[in-house]
């Protein structure tokens, strides 16, 4: 695999270096030589954050950690991107599809069961009306919800306004 390691507000020693190659370099028996692995570590004030990305055949692993401490913080990473990866294996067999960047091994590998099946238990149907993204936060608000789907008056596209930490909001649009 490889690594790509930059820091915001924080200088990367070799300890830390070593610390993220140690514990992510385990899920290198998933992955192809040749995967990118994207590794961003920051300090804000007493948050010890690390994001990783892994871009996989059209998908994005990914995962946030924030705790006081690093180390914790690449600890937790790595439990939950191995997490993901299994939960990402069952897709991948269910819909018989190409690995990409996974080695061969891990997919053809019989996991025990502890992987949930993903299953769409309900489905909403609901009129979208045109709303400027502020209103659909508002209206989220109003709902006590964390995602919001709207037609933008202004864009006419269906958006998404969402919550993020500290009580900002995001919005989703599509590409053309």
Do not use: W
Request: with cysteine; proline share 3%.
């Amino acid at each position: 695999m490889k690594f790509t390691i930059s820091g915001r507000n924080i200088d990367i020693t070799e300890g830390l270096r070593s610390s993220v190659m140690d514990k992510l370099g385990k899920l290198e028996r998933y992955f192809t030589p040749d995967t990118e692995v994207i590794v961003t570590m920051s300090v804000e004030k007493e948050r010890q954050k690390i994001e990783v990305t892994i871009p996989v055949k059209g998908n994005i692993i990914r995962s946030e950690q924030v705790s006081n401490d690093m180390y914790v913080s690449i600890d937790l990473v790595e439990e939950v991107i191995e997490r993901q990866l299994r939960k990402y294996k069952t897709k991948l067999i269910a819909r018989h599809q190409d690995g990409g960047n996974f080695r061969k091994e891990f997919i053809e590998k019989e996991e025990p069961s502890e992987i949930e099946e993903i299953t769409i238990s309900r489905t909403k149907h609901f009129e979208t009306k045109p709303m400027y993204p502020e209103d659909a936060c508002l209206q989220m608000e109003l709902l006590g919800h964390s995602f919001f789907v709207f037609m933008n008056a202004e864009t006419e596209q269906v958006n998404v306004v969402y919550k993020r930490k500290g009580n900002t909001y995001g919005l989703i649009e599509p590409e053309n």
